[in-house]
């Protein structure tokens, strides 16, 4: 969830914020009453002198970066939000499952990623205050299968959503023109048009006149994941059962990224790593599959050699590659206080603030409709309306099905049996048998 950078608006001031406080003051109420309520009070309550908050999180949410701590500490006197970061989920997530068994060493807040909602909904829901009930908390605020993520076929709702990640591709257009292909993101968003196949024959056709020492796409793996999740179902259909060794978009998205390795599109890069930092810099790959959370992370690597180099346009289908939720641990310290604070991060108007701030796209749709979302480009990537871009690949999101091994299975294909292909020169085969056989070790199929 790396930052972005977006065009602010005009902060709302006088009459709203005295609003907002006398309405967090009353949902800060409501959320001791239902807690006590339910016997669930927490601890020392919902913002009494001296309550601290703990907020634990993988990578960057942002709320601190945003100013959200700091004006929530400052409608609630005595209320103070220390929070604790784990950069990669894969450290964290372990972590917070180790601390669950045990019932200690929680934080009041515990942020879970998209991939990992689902064994949490199944395995461990009753750990967690159930948030549905919680003052202030509409279910029709969210997108309904980001509600549907957290809740278990009982009806608790165990996490509240918070960013979501549409996938649109982002483009050097100094490159792309370098290489015959059209640069405004109208056109650009036409070449591939409803088909990430059609991404490809794009790629092809910019390898055939590409600059000196590039390539179309930083990886096979970005290519598989932005088709992958396209798709409702992938690793597990609809009654919960495993359906990755035959999944046909798992087949089509597999079929693509061997594509474009083989066929010498990408840069053969793995995401998130030095060297795929670099190539940024050096602007060795013109287009790369960009969830929101991406523009910072575009705009940090490739500096200020960058501005307006880079472009946005919609991606050839509609798909969610990202996301997280904020949950409230049952054995936490302050539970009440934690409950009210969870409540409103994740409403629309935070969720907008954020978006202005640090690019995450909001899963409220009420959010798009603020000028925070709807007016924002980013001037980085060239005054790209990326509030439409994004707010518009988020209405069309397929409801996707998530299975409780999702993170694991996915990161055996993409970290193991493409890279095998695109840097290691095995057969298509080879590599599909190493990724089944990660998949067995690491989920026990």
Request: glycine share 12%; hydrophobic share 40%; charged share 20%.
């Amino acid at each position: 969830m790396a930052p972005g950078s977006v065009r602010r608006a005009p902060r709302r001031r006088g009459a709203a914020a005295g609003i907002a406080a006398g309405t967090l003051a009353a949902l800060l109420f409501a959320a001791c009453a239902q807690d006590a309520g339910t016997g669930e009070d927490g601890g020392s309550g919902a913002g009494g002198r001296g309550t601290t908050v703990t907020v634990g999180t993988f990578g960057v949410f942002g709320y601190k970066q945003a100013g959200l701590y700091a004006e929530y500490e400052r409608l609630h006197p005595g209320v103070t939000i220390k929070e604790s970061v784990i950069e990669r989920n894969d450290a964290y997530y372990p972590q917070l499952l180790t601390h669950l068994a045990a019932g200690g060493g929680l934080a009041d807040i515990q942020a879970v990623e998209t991939g990992n909602i689902n064994e949490i909904v199944t395995t461990q829901a009753d750990r967690f205050v159930d948030l549905s009930r919680a003052g202030g908390v509409r279910r029709s605020d969210w997108l309904p299968w980001k509600w549907d993520q957290a809740t278990t076929r009982t009806g608790r709702t165990i996490g509240l959503g918070t960013d979501i990640g549409p996938i649109a591709v982002c483009y050097r257009k100094d490159l792309f023109a370098r290489a015959g292909l059209p640069t405004d993101r109208e056109s650009v968003g036409r070449l591939w048009a409803g088909d990430w196949r059609k991404y490809i024959e794009t790629g092809e056709r910019y390898k055939a006149h590409a600059p000196a020492g590039t390539v179309f796409t930083d990886s096979a793996a970005g290519i598989y994941n932005a088709s992958v999740h396209a798709h409702a179902e992938r690793y597990y259909d609809r009654r919960g059962r495993p359906v990755y060794r035959t999944s046909p978009a798992v087949k089509e998205s597999w079929d693509l990224a061997v594509q474009a390795a083989r066929g010498g599109l990408t840069a053969r890069l793995k995401q998130f790593e030095k060297p795929w930092d670099q190539a940024y810099a050096n602007g060795r790959f013109a287009s790369v599959a960009c969830p929101p959370w991406m523009l910072g992370y575009i705009k940090e690597k490739a500096g200020a050699a960058g501005r307006n180099k880079w472009d946005v346009a919609p991606a050839p289908r509609p798909a969610n590659w990202g996301g997280s939720f904020i949950t409230v641990p049952r054995a936490a310290r302050h539970r009440a206080a934690a409950t009210a604070l969870a409540v409103w991060l994740t409403a629309p108007e935070q969720q907008a603030k954020l978006f202005g701030r640090q690019a995450s796209i909001p899963s409220t749709p009420a959010s798009y409709a603020m000028p925070l979302v709807r007016d924002a480009r980013n001037p980085y990537f060239g005054g790209a309306p990326v509030g439409r871009i994004f707010s518009d690949a988020a209405r069309s999101v397929p409801t996707l099905v998530i299975g409780p091994k999702e993170a694991q299975i996915g990161t055996a294909f993409t970290d193991v049996g493409i890279p095998q292909v695109e840097q290691q020169g095995k057969s298509p085969q080879e590599a599909w048998k190493a990724a089944q056989k990660e998949i067995e070790n690491a989920v026990d199929a």
